[in-house]
């Protein structure tokens, strides 16, 4: 029976903080705990007739940064997520490649796999903190999260082509090498869907890799097959998001 | 500088001292120091100093549940945080008289 009777500018500034926190690696139940609070101070203090500005001063960013500095880094969950990106991305291609028979990557590939998904989170994060603590237009937040979404792929497909043309040393599976990776792979996901709580990985996993290998199964021409089994993938994994989007709020 | 950096300091005393007479909660602790004429700062301002007194170890926290609903966090001094409160107090009348000497020009 909590009643909201915060205005706009505060309600706005406590969800860019917490934003603006998470994306600074902090812990979530200090998040939490200074976030409540804040709302408290909010709350009580607008009843009185104050403004935002009396309670955060003129500059959010520079409040934000402020209780981000008393803050400490959790270095923990970040790791969380390094571990999560890099191991989805290594786990869906390696799944995907597996239905093809032995599995090899070259050097290349496997370093520049690791590096993109570096820069990924370290662009996420810097995305996050820059449309959180400033007031930005909606175009140009849009074309932040664009690039988001653009450059990693770009990255990827750049690397595909790159290790078409430049040779470096491949380590190749062999067959008994492959059913082992794939064992691994397999276990890793379950594993790191239990210590995440979360489906996320398995379920994009299973959408990308699964339509294609079972349309395969049936008498379709292979053009038809292409653009369901695309159809497939997109609207799976978008109906997952959807889905668990609104099951968190 | 700093009349920012030297009021920091000033603030995180004053915080000290208005703890350690009962234990309150953050909108109250800047309600009384706005009453004891402390005008000029965003009330805000009090929480950065507040996470920095719990990271020292100078003040803890307790959540309880208020009246009007969500939990609320009040603040407590630790014995640190006392010691820390004295010193405080010593500087600063210290230096109320050394700079009341300067500008009254008497030694």
Redesign the interface.
Known sequence: ??EVILSKRSQTFIEDLRVYLFSSGKKEEEIE??V??????LI??EKRG?ST?????KSPKT?MQ??S????IDYKTWMKYFVIIIAGVFSISIIGDILNGPISYSLLEIGGSLVISLLFIMLTFWVFKLVSSRSLTYGIQGLLFFLLAIVPLGLFIGLEFATRSITTPVVEFGLIGTWIAGGLTVVFLISISIWAKTLVLPVIAAFLVLPEYLLGFTSMNEETMLIWSTIITYAGIGAYVLFTAKKSK | MSTTQMMKGILDGCLLSIISEKEVYGYELAEKLEGYGFHSFSEGTIYPLLLRMQKEELVTSTLKKSTAGPKRKYYTLTPKGEQELEIFITKWSDLQTTVNNVLNKKI
């Open positions: 029976m909590k705990e200074i409540t609070e804040l709302e408290d101070h009580e203090a104050k500005e009396d309670i955060i001063g409040y402020q209780l500095n008393e803050m400490k």
